[in-house]
Every structure is written in structure tokens, then in C-alpha cells.
């Protein structure tokens, strides 16, 4: 630490950083336009200019940029000389010099960080009288709207996407005040983030075009702290409302997992929220006939049917915890089922033993970062976790900034690291079966079979700590690449083993397992993490229950009178002959669910609930964080929360036959969490991840709007209007209007928008911080329920390798092995729901080796029967597999397989 005087007075401040952060960090508003806390500084708009005084004596002093300007002991500075102010004013004045008059209806506006920075900076009188600059328009894809007349040539889109993101395709033409950002020629953007350009950019060139079809001022819409559902790194994300319906998705800062950045899929994969294939009243069989029946008919209904016989419940992992143990609660753990085919229960529960009992490190996404090795072994991460794929991206900057710390140059200057990181290699090391989008900045790739990757990874791990199983019949170019491997992780500080479920294999996971267990052995910082399919996959492994296969045996021998299921599509599980012998020997399904499935139109009674934003609950995410969403959108009777219909289920039964008998007691999600505790000990901390429903600040709840939200008018203000009171509920600490507490000091899991005085935008998060880029000043969000590396004792639990080493991939006559292609837009469930994601989605097509296809199209035979695909070749895709895209093709293939393929014999096939 060290101390600087701001305007006479002074303020402690760390010493590795810039002015701009010190000045910022010490509560002082200093305009600024190009830095950003993950980009860096590169001086490029002159917004923060400030004085700088060589010592006490210095009366005049000279203007410096603070965003440029290091924090050295005892620095004098001042924010409000007279000089100093003015150069500010200038600067913003020629800056608008081309700037529209379009405040009022720039979707921008109430949330602009430019109208923020006029204000502050006094500049409110334009003296140009000229005819402006104007720009063409670009149309970029379905997620960002372009208006490039606003731009104030700030560069932080180009910054962020090109050297950040790692996109292409999105650039800065020509110059002086002639600058145009945007792509060579019109098209949608490519890199999966493009949609931050949307919170990055500090005007109103990039706006996120599915909320212009919905635009509602920023002051008129409620939020809520909420959680990403579209993958397991569990980002966390602000919902916002009007209406009683969905309006946009925001990022929500957390310092461990997204921080400043949130993918495409998370940003725009909610419309199902909003979608016609939104259940919205209870349904029911009559006459043959599936039609909408109240409430009370539909309850008992269900109470005649669970008196018959034997009632299974199917759970799922894209279900909230509390969703999933009331089922656990109604059914009993003997009838419980989790949702997942034996393969996809068996590698879950894997993956959270291997995480429990490995004796490293479990990092973070924002601790990946700083890994200065890293290994990814057979998992696609851009596709399966896209911001674990960016936090990757970003690791392999660890050897520049050491470059840039030997050169004495300070990691925040951002120009400089990345010229003196030009040269410096990378670290990044990827091992998978087809090529992925991180190739292009990796260290060394290889394509392979799942199987003869896990050897490899067996072989590295015996390598490393030749305690661990040896690995036979390597080829010497394997053996070679097993040593340098090894001598690479063995050499880093702080080495990371990535892996995951995309395909199925166990044997990728123990292997990942054992090289971090080996390299932990010397280096305890080494890490692990392994990528889970669903956004609730841990949280269902640490439950554990039946596999579906267990509940098709059971349905096949009788034993099954009445089966719920709880938002789960089986047909992406089961084949299509398994869901027909479902519905043919269960006499009663009973689908809980938010959106029309396959299934539901086979089963008897049809009930809707709350989607994310409709209803609060808690996830766990892949590295065992319990993280709570909230409430942003009142639906309408009889749409509730999935545990509070598995309540009132449960309360038209005869409650001596119930497994948990004060189900029909809970009467808030906090009963409902302190039951969990009690069931499931592992799980108990998860009621700690945010505070509860009677939480208030000064006796107050907290609000849900801004200040300026009201509904009515202060030319009206003297009527006395009696209005319906806004909806509240029990399971929340917020009101749903915006009366009531709000505070920087909050504690981080409530923050359900940013905003402070003089900040308005985005950007006010700096005020939310001790220090930018560091934790909330409330505390973190959610809490993690795995014991970090320093809580273990690995000397009374040394690390036990497995030998179940597979053999080499022996490719077959006449068949291939299918793997899952597995696809950022058109693999995930619910995302495929929202119209820009389903724009983005490209057709299916089936992936080849180079040069081995014989025909354009080709017939590929799976268990449903034939499809007849269109062929893409893919460069290093191993002989003798293809790439078909899941779900796209067959709802049920998950998993590598081995199938027929031969050519398209001619028209009339199926497609």
C-alpha cells in the first residue's frame, strides 16, 4: 500500500496501480471513455486528464492521464484544478462534436456512461454549428444493433473483441475523425461475446437488438440478481422486467466466475421465458383429448391417481434444488430419479468425487486465468462452457505479463504488455477429437479418440509420478509428446487439467484427475476442473437417485402406476423406442414443466411452472458453487414454483403416506433449504448462499427499481390514487417496486442493478468495489460447498490412482465412431427456444475427415434409423469418426457411439 493526495487530501492506495484506479477506488468521479478494468489502459480519449504536481512546492503543476499515469508514494494530484477541469470539458466538447442529438430516443439513454461523463465534465452548450459526419449503418447478426453515428472512437469495442474475445471480424477503418468500427462488410458476428459490446461500449453504437422489439427505459423495469441456466459455470446475470414479462439479460459481476463478461448463449438464450411453448394452465386427458381444466380439477386428479399405485418421480439437472428435493420429499429416495441415462449419473457423480478428494487446487474461472500451463483433455470448452473457454483464452497472456514484470512495465498498460507478449509462447496445450475455436492460440493440438486421449493422459500422469499406472503400446511419436507434456506441467507454477462430460467417457475424467493428483504431489497449486453438462448437473450428482435406465426397467415390469416428471425432456434422454415403451406401460404421466415438451402431449395431467425469472431457487454449478436466483417477473396464477407444485400435491394426499412428512408444511424456500440441510448434510451450506427471505437493511427490504421509477406524474402528483398493491413474496428479500433500501455496501448476492450518483451506467459498478476488480464490497455470491485444496489433509488420504486404463480405439469395418458435435447456438435445450439464438443456430451436418468423403450428402444409421446429412469436412478430425451434431439430428444421442455409414443411395430418404 502506499498513500497520495487527491485535492488536498489523502488517500491509502495500492502501488501497482493506475491514477485513474486510485482516484476511482478512493470515491472521486474522474471522467474516462477508453480504460475498462479487463482491457487495460491505452490512453486513447484524453477523458482523465488530471494535474500532477512534482511536490509540495509545485504551484503549477502538469496534465497527465491519469489512466496512464503509474501510483507512485506520496503523489500530489488534483481532479478539480481549474486547468485540468477545462482540458476535461474540451475534450468531451470535440468528442460531440459529431455526436446526434438523439438522447431522447437512443436506447442508451438513462444507462449511457457519455451522458454521465457530459454531466460530470459541465459540458451542456455545443458551439459547433457545422453539418456532422454521418455513418452507414452495418447489419451484425441478431444479437447487436449498430448505430455508428454515436461513436466518440473510444476503441474499446475493437480492444475487447479483437484482443480480449480473440474475434476477428470486427474492426477500426480509416482514421482521424473519419474512424469506423464495425466489420469489412455487413454480416452477423462471429466470436461468441459479441454480445458484451453492448456494456462495453460507453455510448450507444452497439445495443442489444432483442430488447429493441421489447424497449422499456432502464428506469421502468424491475431487476433481480440472477443465474445463467444455459451451462454449469453458473454465470451470474441481472433479469429485468416489465410487465410481467421478461425484457433482457445483463452481466452481473462476480470477482470468482464471470466478472466482467457473459457468452451470447447466457445473454440472449431466454426468450423461452417469453415463448409460445410456454405452459401457462394445468392440462388434462379427457375424451382422449389433452384440454386446460382449473386447478382444483387437476389436484384431484392427481390425488385419484397416487392412491392406485406406486408414484416414481424423474428429476432433472436443469432444476433448481429446491424443485428437486421437494420431488426427493414426495416420492421418497427409492422412487427418486435423477433425470440422467446411467452414463451421464455415472459421470456426474464421478466428477464430483474426483473434485472432493483431489488433493490440488479447485480455481476459479478467474484464478484459471493466472495459470501459467494449461492442459484441456477431450472437451471442446468454447462449445460446453464458453466463459471457461474465455478465461483459457486469457491465461495464455500469464507469459507476457511475466515478460512485461522482467521489463518493469505495469501489467495495466495494455498496448505495451501485449508488444512485449508478441514473442512470447504459448501455454496453452489442447488435447480433443476435433479441432476447437481455442486452437488458434494454442501451444500444441491433437486430434484423437476419446479413448486414445485418456491414455495419453493416463501416460502423462505416470510420467509426472511414476507411482501411477504405466500406459503400454505407446507409439514413440506419443511417447515424445507424453514427455514434453509432462516436463511443461511439471515446470509451471500453477498448472490447470481441464476436462469434461461432452463425451461421456469416464476414463477422460480419471486420467484429467490423475495428472492434477500427480502434479499436486510438488506443486499444490496445480488445478483441476471438469465441465458438467447441465446448470444444475452437481447439485443433482450430490443428490443421487435412480438412472432412467433403472425407471425403464421398472415401467417395463409394472411396477410404475403414476410418473411426474419435473422439467426434464426425456426425449433428449431416452430413444425413441424407450419413450414409447414409457408411455405405453405407465398409465399416468404427470409433466411439471415451463415449456411444451414431446412428452407432454402423451401425459395425463399437464401442470406449468415458474421459469428462472418467475420464481427464486438454487443452483450448484460445475465447481460446487451454490448460487441463488430471484424473482424479476409475478406470472399469473396458476403458474408458481416448481417445489410449491410438488407441495400442493402433496397436500391432497393422506400425509401418513408421504416419505417427508412436513413437505406440506414448508411455507417459504427458507423451510425448504433447512429441510435440504437436514437430508442432504453435504448440501446444508447451500442455504447460506444468499441471505434469506426476512433479510432487510434498516428494517427495509430492498428495492427492485431505481429511484426514478413512478407511475405517476408530478403534474398528477396532488390526485390521491389507490392502486393495487405490487405483487410481493415470501421467498424474497425485495420489494417489487422501488421503494425500499439500496446501498453499495449491500451484500453482493442482492445487487439487482448498478447505480449510484453521477453513475448511471454499467460502469457504476466501480462503486460496488473496494477495489475495481476485486470483490464486492458485500461479499461474494454464493458459497462453495467443495473443501478448497487447504482444507484437505492429503497425507491421511493420499490420492489412490485408478488402473482402469481403456484400450487403444480400434477402428471397425464398416461403422464409425460418432461423437457428439456439440455447438454453442443449437445443442442447448432451452436457448434453442429464443428466436436470435435460433438464428445463429446453423444447419445440421455431419463432420468427416478431410478427403474421405464420397459423396455431398451421406446416410448415417442411428438408433432411430436412418439420416441422411449433409457433409462438412473437418481438417485433423481422426479416421474412421464423424462429428454429428446433438439433438439436432437424434434428441437422444448424447454420446459417442459406433453407427453405419454409407453413401445416400438417392432422393426419398429421410432428412
Known amino acids: 500500500m502506499t498513500t497520495i493526495r487527491i485535492d488536498g487530501r489523502d488517500w491509502p492506495t495500492r502501488s501497482d496501480i493506475n491514477l485513474l484506479q486510485a482516484c476511482l477506488e478512493a470515491g472521486a468521479n474522474l471522467p474516462y471513455f477508453c480504460w475498462h478494468p479487463e482491457l487495460g489502459s491505452v490512453g486513447a480519449c484524453r477523458q482523465c486528464a488530471i494535474k500532477q504536481f512534482s511536490g509540495p512546492e509545485d504551484r503549477k503543476g502538469r496534465i497527465v492521464m491519469a489512466c496512464m499515469t503509474p501510483v507512485s508514494e506520496n503523489a500530489i494530484i488534483s481532479i478539480d484544478d481549474p486547468e485540468a477541469r477545462d482540458f476535461r470539458a474540451s475534450v468531451i466538447e470535440w468528442m460531440m462534436v459529431n455526436h446526434p442529438y438523439d438522447c431522447p430516443v437512443c436506447e442508451e439513454g438513462g444507462e449511457c456512461h457519455l451522458q454521465d461523463m457530459t454531466v460530470m465534465t459541465g459540458h451542456n452548450t455545443r458551439r459547433y454549428r457545422f453539418t456532422k459526419r454521418t455513418h452507414r449503418n452495418q447489419d451484425l447478426g441478431p444479437f447487436v444493433k449498430h448505430e455508428m453515428n454515436r461513436c466518440i472512437a473510444c476503441y474499446r469495442c475493437v480492444r475487447f473483441y479483437r484482443d480480449y474475445a480473440g474475434g476477428d471480424d470486427l474492426a477500426a477503418f480509416a482514421s482521424h475523425d473519419n474512424v469506423y468500427f464495425g466489420r469489412a462488410e455487413d454480416g452477423t458476428l462471429q466470436n461468441a461475446f459479441s454480445g458484451n459490446l453492448v456494456e462495453i461500449c460507453p455510448t450507444g453504437v452497439f445495443t442489444d437488438k432483442p430488447f429493441s422489439a421489447v424497449y422499456t427505459r432502464k428506469w421502468d423495469m424491475r431487476g433481480a440478481p440472477s443465474v445463467c441456466v444455459h451451462c454449469a459455470v453458473g454465470c451470474n446475470t441481472i433479469v429485468n422486467a416489465r410487465e410481467e414479462t421478461l425484457r433482457r439479460v445483463l452481466n452481473r459481476y462476480n470477482t470468482d466466475i464471470n466478472r466482467y463478461v457473459l457468452c451470447d448463449r447466457g445473454r440472449f438464450g431466454h426468450g423461452f421465458v417469453n415463448a409460445p411453448t410456454r405452459i401457462r394452465t394445468p392440462l388434462r386427458i379427457i375424451d382422449g383429448q389433452q384440454v386446460p381444466v382449473p386447478t382444483a380439477d387437476a389436484l384431484t386428479a392427481f390425488a385419484h391417481m397416487a392412491t392406485k399405485g406406486r408414484v416414481v418421480g424423474i428429476a432433472s439437472s436443469r432444476a433448481a434444488l429446491e424443485t428437486c428435493f421437494s420431488l426427493w420429499a414426495l416420492v421418497g429416495a427409492k422412487h427418486f430419479s435423477t433425470g440422467q441415462t446411467r452414463q451421464e449419473q455415472e459421470c456426474a457423480e464421478l466428477a464430483h468425487a474426483l473434485l472432493t478428494r483431489h488433493p490440488g487446487a479447485l480455481p476459479t474461472l478467474h484464478e484459471m486465468e493466472s495459470a501459467d500451463a494449461v492442459l484441456v483433455l477431450g472437451e471442446d470448452v468454447c462449445a460446453t462452457a464458453p466463459r471457461l473457454g474465455l478465461s483459457l483464452h486469457q491465461s495464455v497472456r500469464q507469459a507476457s505479463f511475466h515478460t512485461a514484470d522482467n521489463a518493469k512495465v505495469p ?47 493416463f501416460a502423462i500422469a505416470h510420467e509426472i509420478d511414476p507411482s501411477a499406472p504405466p500406459v503400454t503400446d505407446l507409439t514413440p511419436d506419443d511417447a515424445a509428446r507424453v514427455a514434453r507434456l509432462a516436463q511443461t506441467l511439471m515446470a509451471a507454477r500453477k498448472p490447470l487439467i481441464v476436462s469434461g462430460m461432452q463425451y461421456g467417457s469416464r476414463a477422460l475424467m480419471q486420467a484429467t484427475s490423475s495428472i492434477a493428483a500427480a502434479l499436486a504431489r510438488t506443486t499444490p497449486a496445480a488445478g483441476l476442473s471438469l465441465v458438467l453438462p447441465e446448470c444444475n448437473s452437481m447439485g443433482l450428482a450430490m443428490m443421487g437417485g435412480l438412472s432412467l435406465e433403472t425407471v425403464m426397467e421398472q415401467a417395463r415390469a409394472g411396477e ?352
Open 560 to 911: 410404475i402406476f403414476t410418473l411426474i416428471v419435473v422439467e426434464n425432456d426425456l426425449t433428449r434422454h431416452l430413444d425413441p423406442a424407450d419413450v414409447a415403451d414409457l408411455v405405453a406401460t405407465v398409465p399416468n404421466i404427470v409433466v411439471i414443466d415451463h415449456t411444451m415438451t414431446p412428452l407432454c402431449q402423451h401425459a395425463s395431467l399437464v401442470l406449468p411452472i415458474a421459469a428462472f425469472s418467475e420464481c427464486n431457487g438454487t443452483l450448484v454449478n460445475q465447481e460446487g458453487r451454490a448460487q441463488r436466483f430471484f424473482q424479476a417477473v409475478f406470472p399469473p396464477a396458476p403458474i408458481q414454483a416448481g417445489w410449491r407444485w410438488i407441495q400442493t400435491l402433496a397436500r391432497g394426499l393422506d400425509p401418513s403416506t408421504l416419505p417427508v412428512t412436513g413437505l406440506i408444511g414448508w411455507g417459504s424456500l427458507d423451510a425448504v433449504l433447512a429441510a435440504l440441510a437436514t437430508a442432504f448434510p453435504g448440501l446444508a451450506p447451500a442455504a447460506m448462499a444468499a441471505p434469506g427471505g426476512d433479510y432487510r437493511i434498516n428494517g427495509e427490504k430492498l428495492r427492485s427499481q431505481t429511484y426514478r421509477a413512478s407511475g405517476r406524474t408530478v403534474i398528477r402528483s396532488f390526485v390521491s390514487v389507490r392502486d393495487q398493491p405490487p405483487p410481493a413474496s415470501p421467498d424474497t428479500p425485495f420489494s417489487s417496486s422501488m421503494e425500499g433500501a439500496y446501498e453499495p455496501d449491500m451484500p453482493g448476492a442482492l445487487v439487482s442493478f448498478y447505480q449510484t450518483p453521477a453513475w448511471n451506467s454499467v460502469q457504476a459498478l466501480n462503486r460496488f468495489q473496494f477495489e475495481i476488480g476485486g470483490p464486492l464490497r458485500g461479499g461474494p455470491s454464493g458459497i462453495c460447498l467443495l473443501s478448497p485444496a487447504e482444507n484437505k489433509n492429503t497425507q491421511a488420504r493420499p490420492y489412490t490412482y485408478t488402473t482402469d486404463i481403456p484400450p487403444p480405439y480400434v477402428p471397425q469395418a464398416n461403422v464409425v465412431l460418432v461423437l457428439p458435435d456439440t455447438r454453442l447456438f443449437g445443442s442447448e435445450e432451452l436457448s434453442m427456444f429464443s428466436p436470435p439464438i435460433m438464428e445463429r443456430s446453423s444447419a445440421p451436418t455431419l463432420g468427416l475427415p478431410a478427403n474421405t468423403a464420397t459423396s455431398d450428402r451421406m446416410m448415417l444409421h442411428l438408433e432411430d434409423g436412418p439420416h441422411v446429412l449433409p457433409v462438412k469436412p473437418v481438417p485433423g478430425l481422426p479416421a474412421d469418426t464423424a462429428l454429428c451434431p446433438a439433438h439436432m439430428v437424434a434428441r437422444a444421442f448424447r454420446f459417442p457411439r459406433m453407427a453405419r455409414l454409407e453413401d445416400f443411395p438417392g432422393e426419398g430418404e429421410r432428412t
Open 411 to 457: 501489467r495495466w498498460m495494455d498496448a505495451a504488455v501485449r508488444t512485449l507478449g508478441s514473442e512470447c509462447p504459448s501455454t496453452l496445450h489442447i488435447l480433443t477429437p476435433a479441432p476447437t475455436d481455442l486452437d488458434s492460440v494454442a501451444a500444441e493440438t491433437f486430434h484423437a479418440a476419446p479413448d486414445d486421449i485418456a491414455r495419453l493422459g
